[in-house]
């Protein structure tokens, strides 16, 4: 599972990768055609992303709420 630098820093790469590619454009074509498949491409990650960074929530979602429910589980047992 990657981390969210580490998914900020692949967007980053892909954004400067773009815009070189970009910068060497001579024909309007071309320009749509890079334009494209770079929409296509950050589409593609942008799904990919949402779904480790949803996992990522959970797992932390998960080691945040289970020292919680231990300590209410001792609680309830003290109590009772």
């Known amino acids: 599972m990657k981390t969210v630098p580490t998914l900020a820093r692949a967007n980053s790469n892909a954004a400067f990768d773009f815009v070189q590619k970009m910068s060497g454009v001579k024909s309007s074509s071309v320009f749509v055609e890079?334009?494209?498949?770079h929409a296509r491409?950050?589409?593609?990650?942008?799904?990919?992303?949402?779904k480790q960074l949803a996992a990522l929530a959970?797992?932390?979602?998960?080691?945040?709420?289970?020292?919680?429910?231990?300590?209410?589980?001792?609680?309830?047992?003290?109590?009772?």
């Open 41 to 50: 491409k950050q589409v593609e990650t942008l799904t990919e992303q949402t």
């Open 34 to 37: 890079l334009w494209a498949e």
């Open 58 to 80: 959970q797992k932390v979602t998960l080691a945040t709420v289970e020292p919680l429910k231990t300590g209410v589980a001792e609680a309830l047992n003290h109590a009772a």
